[in-house]
């Protein structure tokens, strides 16, 4: 079944400790994307990526890490957690820019 | 940059009545325009996209949406809602052809409410 999948799906963690959340694609796609939602705000783009070893900032970078070192893998890296950062995270792919994203199922992260 | 707007946070419509969902984008080329879906707990889904070509498109569901340039507007409508359509819809507008990237803005989103 062709899907993006994240994990983990819930994650409390606590301030300052170092957290990976992971997303694979099966579908060849070349752009994957890192968005966060939050009451009110909708989804506003964290990182998104071109390619292998091509990335970019979205709107709201600061605070998290990405890297695509294989085509199927994007993994979201928060160093140094805050409880701002308290979100639901969604992970998407697609084969070009004029198909649209398919998202993951979202990984819910509280931190304390 | 660009940007969308949904000026209806919430929206309450009863089974069987029309909807129409408003969105507004900011972009200075053409832009590639889509509608989310998202239920309660779950992921987005894809309604329906535009990127060129006719202004009227049909999405899944029984959705379709209206590209008009002059107005910046890119409205959902759906002729008989059904109470499954409670949902979440978001508007998200990406850069066009030669934009690069996928740098995908979406809205606040529109809550709908049907009653039964």
């Known amino acids: 079944e062709a899907q993006v999948t994240q994990n983990p799906r819930y994650l409390i963690t606590v301030t300052g400790k170092k957290l990976t959340v992971t997303c694979s694609q099966n579908?060849?796609?070349?752009?994957m994307s890192w968005y966060r939602q939050d009451p009110g705000l909708g989804l506003r783009q964290i990182y998104y990526?071109?390619?292998?070893?091509?990335?970019d900032k979205g709107d709201v970078p600061e605070g998290y890490k990405v890297s695509r070192k294989e085509k199927r893998n994007f993994p979201l890296i928060l160093e140094s957690p805050s409880p701002n950062q308290t979100s639901l995270y969604f992970c998407a792919s697609s084969f070009s820019n004029r198909d649209g994203y398919t998202f993951g199922s979202g990984t819910r992260l509280t931190v304390v | 940059a660009q940007s969308v707007t949904q000026p209806d946070i919430h929206i309450t419509v009863s089974e069987g009545a029309s909807l129409e969902l408003r969105c507004n984008y900011s972009?200075?080329?053409?832009?590639?325009l889509f509608w989310y879906v998202q239920s309660p707990g779950q992921g987005l889904q894809l309604l329906l996209k535009y990127f060129s070509g006719d202004t009227l498109v049909q999405g899944i569901k029984g959705f379709e949406a209206e590209f008009k340039r002059s107005q910046s507007s890119f409205n959902l409508r759906k002729p008989s809602v059904h109470w499954s359509d409670a949902a979440e819809y978001f508007c998200a507008v990406g850069a066009g052809r030669g934009g690069g990237g996928n740098k995908l803005t979406f809205g606040t989103g529109t809550q709908l409410k049907v009653e039964l």
């Open positions: 579908m060849n796609h070349e752009y």
């Open positions: 972009y200075g080329a053409t832009p590639y």
């Open positions: 990526s071109m390619n292998v070893e091509v990335t």
